[in-house]
């Protein structure tokens, strides 16, 4: 599951508009190379011209994914932690803070993925069924994991509607050799039953542990507790969206209609169809057993203890 690598600003924005980084994790390191790229831009002579390009980098991008918490984190543990040196003028020393800050917030988001991999496979009992939803970096490194220590198991994939991230898993799933069973979207009520428990990624996690991801993600949080199926989310800590700490909720993007009624082909009259086109739901925490993170299992509220030891990491 290797990341790309950019080599231009341009080429992010265009690929974020075209939907294809893969999960939270991935944007998060866009986002990260964005920033990267602008501050060895030569094109800014000054360190306000450079932080104005970045948070010119972080409109654009929010704009596209508003959901997405760690395109906010990037910004605030790249840029935002960067302007006490940005203030003294120095142009070198304010280029130098924000790459570096940019490599540390890929490496520690690497180093997550491992750990949260590890903790997330240990919960994989031979035989058992576990039902995803989505596409998820830290839901295949936790099964990739457990296939590479000799675990058989299986997974029921839906099929995540209308764009399909679940091709991807297929794709990767039937790689390690593990055994698939692929459902619709709508069969999730009789497919639940099947499995042990649910597991899914989040895009954003808010500090009472709810968690925001693919819509469906709700409905499947809900089906698992109707049928008492137990509901984890694999997630790094630093998916928590920080303005729910103020009381702001998690944007959720919705996107263009014609994305599913042009699929339809339901009507000789749209413009008569008003389209409801969520592209994420929201999940409340009393519907979620745990966090599967690099930290360990945690229950949802305590993802802001966790992400004030995650900060750390990125203090002077």
Known sequence: MTLKQYQTVAEIIEDVRALRPLGGSAYG???????KLTAQDPAHQTAEQILQACDN???????????????YNAHYLIVEKSRSVAATGDLAATRTAIVRRAELFAETSATAMARLSRVGSNMIQAGQTIMMHSYSRS???????????GKSFSVICTQSQPTLESRHALRQLTE?????????????????????????????ISIDGSIANKVGSYQLALLAH????????????????????????????????AEILDRAG???????????????????????RSLVTEQGI?????IGTAWRQFEQQFEE
């Open 176 to 204: 390690w050799g593990i055994k698939v069973t692929f459902v619709l979207d709508a069969a999730m009520a009789v497919a639940v039953p099947q499995a042990d428990f649910c597991l899914v990624g989040a895009d954003s």
């Open 266 to 288: 339901a009507s000789d009259h749209p413009d008569r169809i008003t389209v409801y086109h969520p592209f994420f739901d929201l999940t409340p925490a009393a519907l979620i």
């Open 57 to 71: 980098v972080l409109a654009t991008l929010l704009v596209e994914k508003p959901t997405m918490a760690t395109i």
């Open 139 to 149: 839901l295949m490194a936790i099964f990739e994991q457990a296939a590479a220590s």
């Open 226 to 257: 109707a049928f008492g199926r137990p509901f984890h989310v694999a997630t790094e800590v630093m998916k928590l969206q920080r303005q729910t700490m103020d009381g702001v909720p998690v944007p959720l993007e919705e996107r263009p209609g």
């Open 29 to 35: 390191h866009s986002a990260a190379m964005g920033f």
């Open 298 to 302: 945690l229950a949802p509220g305590q």
